[in-house]
């Protein structure tokens, strides 16, 4: 199985094939499904979309430090043909984190 890490000074996704108990790690961690993404202003955290497709979403700020393992999972691909690559973020439990959502006033 291929898991992929964020080098430390880049947001460049590393290949690694690492042999590990997945059932120990996933006890001290929680995973979040969407597409990973860039924060705006800050380099030190990450932005996932859990449904980009969707114009009605949540969006999570993670700090990089906090990502135990972020793992790839097939591309989606929007009626307009927009594709979008997808993960599992797998982040430390106990973490700090900031949840947005879109709504009407």
Do not use: C
């Amino acid at each position: 199985m291929s898991y992929f890490f964020i080098e430390s000074q880049t947001t460049n996704l590393v290949k690694y094939q690492i042999p590990f108990d997945i059932n120990t790690f996933k006890s001290g961690h929680v995973v979040f499904s969407g597409a990973l993404g860039k924060h705006p202003n800050d380099t030190n955290k990450v932005v996932l979309i859990s449904d980009p497709h969707n114009n009605n979403t949540r969006y999570y700020e993670f700090d990089r430090g906090d990502i135990g393992l972020i793992e790839k999972q097939p591309n989606i691909i929007n009626s307009d043909g927009e594709d979008f690559a997808m993960v599992l973020l797998w982040i430390k439990a106990g973490s700090i984190a900031t949840q947005s959502s879109v709504f009407i006033v």
